[in-house]
């Protein structure tokens, strides 16, 4: 019902910024929370950041609170996610996630219905 795709990842060096797109599909966008995820080679999927299906910020994981802006555009039917200061930790696939049953997206992966491919994100040192 609904597909996701993300781009905008890449090889970077530390220090740089990224800008990481999710292009939306299939469902009217307004009426779906929204979340970005991560997820390193041999690590847990780790939340990144959710916003509301009108824009407020649902939370941002400690790891990156002060670095990752989120942002949607329900006009456009996108959301963003601004990465400055990137570190080599910050290396990962990055995903978008869509729970179209809540008002504010959540922390825990299993809450979202939809996901997108993922884009991969390597930061040198």
């Known amino acids: 019902q609904v597909q996701l795709q993300e781009s905008g990842g890449g090889l970077v060096q530390a220090g740089t910024s990224l800008r990481l797109s999710c292009a939306v599909s299939g469902r009217t966008f307004s009426s779906l929370a929204m979340g970005w995820f991560r997820q390193a080679p041999g690590k847990e999927r780790e939340f990144v950041v959710a916003?509301?299906?009108?824009?407020?910020?649902?939370g941002y994981a400690d790891s990156v609170k002060g670095r990752f802006i989120i942002s949607r555009d329900n006009n456009k039917n996108t959301v963003l996610l601004q990465i400055n200061s990137l570190k080599p930790e910050d290396t990962a696939v990055y995903y978008c996630?869509?729970?179209?049953?809540?008002?504010?997206?959540?922390?825990?992966?299993?809450?979202?219905?939809?996901w997108g491919q993922g884009t991969q994100v390597t930061v040198s040192s």
């Open positions: 916003i509301s299906r009108l824009g407020s910020i649902s």
């Open positions: 996630a869509a729970d179209p049953n809540r008002v504010y997206g959540t922390t825990k992966p299993t809450d979202y219905d939809y």
